[in-house]
């Protein structure tokens, strides 16, 4: 017993022998002889001080110490063939380190994963958060998703979504069944940092003349920040709608008015030109490309 831990072998033979109440029924299991399984359990209960099986009439029956012991050992048992079978099985995983806004993969790409890990077991994503384009310069990923107005250059990639409307959204209570342009000119405005003429761009383009806005602006930086905002009657935001697809079939966001304003962000796809051709990619792309289009 090293710094007072058993040998695994004679836990395995212990437990065994107390699940079966039998040495012979152990010895089966662990495909080892009946006298080998009597060594390692009497070798344990030596180095422990402790009976951990009674013969009672030639039969073997754990001890109150031993059925305790027996009990406690079998989790961590368990455990360690749990982390075993997971290491062996990632053994045969391919990790995809994705960059994504921090919003995007959130609200959209993390609900749609059951799905792919259901078609591709053997492929795993690393999902970074990323929210600001910069911090996709060092390269450090696989494949990229994000907003911008125009694709980085020198990256292979495509353009999965465009012309994304904005909706103007609020809550149920904060809407009731629909705003006109003057009550929405009199409730906060939500803004955030990527879209910061969302706003005038929508009043420029409403169905009635412009609107002069008189109540409070509340800005924040993040997409998902703008969204809980929303969600928590703080105003009216003009989001897309991939963002809030979730919340607008719950219901638990809705459009406030028909006018839409066009987003002036696309959604792209890129990867580093050494990933190109790998296979691991290609699938993540074509499932990502599907889901796309299925929206």
């Not at 951990?52 to 027996?70: K, P």
């Not at 009043?203 to 905002?229: G, K, L, Q, W």
């Not at 030109?273 to 289009?293: D, M, T």
Request: glycine fraction near 6%; charge should be neutral.
């Amino acid at each position: 017993m090293r710094r007072g831990v058993p040998s695994l072998s004679s836990l395995q033979a212990f437990e065994a022998a107390a699940r079966h109440e039998s040495f012979s029924k152990a010895a089966l299991e662990l495909s080892q002889t009946h006298g080998a399984i009597c060594k390692k359990v009497n070798e344990l209960e030596a180095q422990l001080g402790v009976a951990l099986f009674e013969r009672v009439r030639q039969r073997l029956v754990l001890s109150q110490a031993g059925a305790e012991y027996a009990r406690r050992i079998r989790v961590h048992l368990d455990q360690i063939r749990r982390d075993t079978q997971e290491l062996v099985n990632r053994r045969n995983e391919v990790q995809i380190q994705l960059a994504v806004g921090v919003t995007f993969a959130a609200q959209w790409l993390i609900p749609r994963l059951p799905a792919f890990y259901a078609d591709n077991p053997d492929l795993r994503l690393h999902i970074m958060g990323r929210d600001q384009p910069t911090f996709f310069d060092n390269f450090s990923f696989d494949a990229a998703i994000y907003f911008s107005q125009s694709p980085w250059p020198g990256m292979p990639g495509h353009q999965l979504l465009s012309n994304g409307a904005l909706l103007a959204v609020a809550t149920p209570a904060l809407a009731g069944g629909g705003l006109t342009v003057a009550e929405i000119a009199a409730l906060p405005w939500i803004h955030t940092r990527d879209l910061p003429r969302a706003w005038q761009s929508w009043s420029e383009t409403a169905s009635v003349r412009p609107v002069e806005h008189t109540a409070e602006n509340r800005h924040f930086d993040m997409f998902i920040m703008a969204i809980n905002a929303t969600l928590s009657g703080l105003g009216v935001a003009l989001l897309p709608r991939i963002l809030i697809e979730r919340e607008l079939h719950a219901g638990t966001l809705v459009q406030v008015h028909p006018q839409t304003v066009a987003n002036s962000e696309t959604l792209y796809y890129a990867f580093p030109e050494q990933k190109r051709g790998w296979e691991p990619l290609r699938r993540f792309e074509s499932w990502l490309s599907e889901e796309v289009a299925a929206f």
